[in-house]
């Protein structure tokens, strides 16, 4: 029987293939599930267009079939339950409730579907370091810039070059008070995603060649650009606070017991936080400061008829704020089902002093110390600044379980952890060479040799 010969070349032509592939599907996917941001494609069919981002985790497990890299396998599904582990404390501090008060069904529902998008989240994440490794962040971003790209073009259309123009210098020139064009375009997740992206290629992106460089600033202005555009005030100072925090930590020898203590400061904050919300104290602060809570106030006000502040709060359960509003709604008391627009006060509401404790210890603690023992300080320290600048926005927002908010909180340092590194210098990671180079090696040792005997 004749042996067939494959030219390495043409393996090396169908991984190329492959992981073009691989590219092009993911970006897309990612792009159509971002579409779904679209606020007249939201209000029609949800979150329905999210689901496009199973292609990914799908593309994934093809090119794992087809060839395989277990040691990357291997290392992507690592995270699976350390991220995993946080998706449990709702469940857990909200069994009780759920089974003992059977008018929570609708809250169980909800709290049950967004537990599934997070599990999303998280297969997503660790599908595309598996594929891209560190390059994973650069076509995320691709895939949703793409998306809010291509709607803000639609919007275009619809208000007309002009009057959308208008609409921005207006939203620009009052301090981020949008309408028309500017305020459809205004997509909360990926407003706030951004700030994100921006602290990791402003401290944390490869920039040591001028290729990489300039592929860094490029990112840095585009992240600016989308920024402006969605104006969400609070992202501006929240991205240089959590850049100063990266510039300091970079600079500090022993940063796990760094990270301890300033984990532990902000799970006592959150407390703080909470109980300055629930005593009546911190709205008349932020007015004498001058701070607009654009009806923030009348939420915060509302919920603290709902708990109380002890040690011994069990929490409402998962998701039970949002029956909470909807009863608000029905009263007359609010025109339409705002969120509460305060994640700590959210979590302590729903899920107890218990759930607010295991959610910020998995976070603040737990988390930075796993990032700086398994990976590296750098890793962990990235971790911390982007958990800096969410946690900033979860004082006035519900980012916490927003879709991409929480796939880029969890990627980005999975990606940066596959940068391997020699001495604080970016390494390439050894591979067994290709028969050519071996033939092409063994042809010189033996030139050498001849060379040598003629002498």
């Known amino acids: 029987m004749r042996e067939t010969l494959i030219d390495p070349r043409e393996r090396a032509g169908e991984r190329s293939l492959l992981a073009g592939f691989a590219v092009l599907f993911s970006v897309l996917c990612t792009l159509l599930a971002g579409i ?31 060839k395989p890299d277990y040691e990357a396998a291997k290392k992507a599904l690592s995270f699976l339950p350390v991220f ?23 809250s169980v529902a909800r709290g049950m579907e967004k537990l599934v998008f997070q599990g999303v989240t998280i297969l997503y994440s660790v ?69 994100q992206f921006a602290v990791y290629y402003l401290m944390f992106a490869p ?4 290729k990489e460089k300039k592929r860094r600033a490029l990112h840095v202005a585009a992240c600016l650009f989308f920024l402006l555009l969605a104006f969400k005030r609070l992202v501006f100072p929240a991205v240089i606070m959590a850049v100063v925090l990266a510039f300091i930590l970079g600079k500090l020898k022993k940063i796990r017991p760094w990270l301890a203590a300033l984990g532990v400061l902000c799970v006592i904050g959150s407390y703080v936080y909470v109980y300055l919300i629930y005593s009546g104290r911190l709205v008349p602060l932020m007015q004498q400061l001058g701070i607009n809570m654009m009806g923030r106030d009348t939420f915060w006000t509302n919920a603290g008829r709902y708990y109380e502040f002890s040690v011994f709060w069990r929490g409402l359960g998962f998701e039970a704020v949002d029956t909470l509003v909807n009863s608000w709604v029905e009263s007359g008391l609010i025109n339409r089902p705002y969120p509460l627009h305060n994640d700590y006060l959210k979590v302590f509401v729903e899920l107890g002093s218990l759930g607010l404790a295991l959610w910020g210890g998995i976070q603040y603690i737990f988390y930075p110390q796993y990032w700086a023992s398994r990976h590296s300080a750098r890793c962990a320290v990235l971790y911390f600044s982007l958990l800096a600048y969410m946690s900033v926005t979860y004082m006035t927002d519900n980012t916490a379980f927003y879709f991409w908010n929480s796939i880029a909180l969890r990627m980005i340092p999975m990606a940066f952890s596959f940068r391997k590194t020699v001495s604080g210098e970016t390494a390439k990671s050894w591979k067994p060479p290709e028969p050519e180079q071996l033939a092409a090696a063994v042809n010189e040792i033996e030139e050498n040799g001849r060379d040598g005997q003629r002498q």
């Open 36 to 66: 779904g941001e679209w606020r007249t494609l939201n209000d029609q069919i949800g979150a329905l267009p999210k689901l496009f981002s199973l292609g990914v985790i799908a593309c994934a497990v093809l090119c794992f079939m087809i």
């Open 84 to 106: 995993f582990v946080l998706l449990l404390v709702p469940l857990l501090t909200s069994f009780v409730t759920w089974v003992t008060g059977l008018e929570t069904f609708g």
């Open 127 to 195: 599908s595309m370091v598996y594929m891209f490794g560190e390059k994973a962040v650069d076509w995320f971003f691709l895939g949703v810039a793409g998306a809010n790209l291509a709607i803000i073009l639609i919007e275009i259309r619809n208000y007309g070059l002009a009057e959308s123009a208008a609409s921005v210098m207006r939203g620009l020139l009052s301090g981020g008070e949008a309408e028309g064009f500017m305020r459809a375009i205004e997509l909360h997740d990926f407003a706030f995603l951004y700030g």
């Open 207 to 210: 920039g040591k060649t001028p």
